[in-house]
T-cell receptor, first 114, second 113 residues
Framework: DAGVIQSPRHEVTEMGQEVTLRCKPI?????LFWYRQTMMRGLELLIY????????DSGMPEDRFSAKMPNASFSTLKIQPSEPRDSAVYFC????????????FGPGTRLTVT | SQQGEEDPQALSIQEGENATMNCSYK?????LQWYRQNSGRGLVHLIL?????REKHSGRLRVTLDTSKKSSSLLITASRAADTASYFC?????????????FGAGTRLTVKP
């Protein structure tokens, strides 16, 4: 398996623009997670899905952030409109199930909002 | 919010020395996991220790868990320059088995050749 795939790897955009980050989890994994990592706040869980259903989005910072998982092999994280403080590395991870399973992380998307 | 807190925040050692990192957490757990992150990369799972286990080994890694103190330690023996990375502990706060893993701030380990 190719592992968790994220695209793009780098994104530079201007404030106010819409940004869409994409993730393809490992085949057969039924849980998917979106994280954000910054120097100031560390690794933050934004939202996670079980069997394509959003379970907890309490980590999503604002209404500007939204996430979807239309099927088991694809998820998106959208920021609209983007702001400079959204600059961070966004990771997607997947696992086979609950907290007893290890999470497999993608390479991340480095987002810079100018 | 963070569940685990790693200590120290940064650690610098010489190649060949042992490195010990600690993690403290706040709530009951089913298990605790350790991950490594190389600069610019995603996290990689190292080891999982269950709440009924006290010690676990994997190669040069040794993890201990003390549920009475709500703490865990990760020991890397005979460190190598390639071990330079950030190390995170992760736990799942109650209710358990809901996939809500929380990561600490990490320990930045530098191994000098």
């Amino acid at each position: 398996d190719a592992g968790v795939i994220q695209s793009p790897r780098h994104e530079v955009t201007e404030m106010g623009q819409e940004v869409t980050l994409r993730c393809k989890p490992i085949s057969g994994h039924n849980s998917l997670f979106w994280y954000r990592q910054t120097m100031m706040r560390g690794l933050e869980l934004l939202i996670y899905f079980n069997n394509n259903v959003p379970i907890d989005d309490s980590g999503m910072p604002e209404d500007r952030f939204s996430a979807k998982m239309p099927n088991a092999s694809f998820s998106t994280l959208k920021i609209q409109p983007s702001e400079p403080r959204d600059s961070a590395v966004y990771f997607c991870a997947s696992s086979q199930g609950g907290g007893s399973y290890e999470q497999y992380f993608g390479p991340g998307t480095r987002l810079t909002v100018t | 919010s963070q569940q685990g807190e790693e200590d120290p925040q940064a650690l610098s050692i010489q190649e060949g020395e042992n490195a010990t990192m600690n993690c403290s957490y706040k709530t009951s757990i089913n298990n605790l996991q350790w991950y490594r992150q190389n600069s610019g990369r995603g996290l990689v799972h190292l080891i999982l220790i269950r709440s009924n286990e006290r010690e676990k080994h994997s190669g040069r890694l040794r993890v201990t868990l003390d549920t009475s103190k709500k703490s865990s330690s990760l020991l890397i023996t005979a460190s190598r320059a390639a071990d330079t990375a950030s190390y995170f502990c992760a736990t799942e706060p109650p209710p358990h088995n809901n996939n809500d893993m929380r990561f600490g701030a990490g320990t930045r380990l530098t191994v000098k050749p």
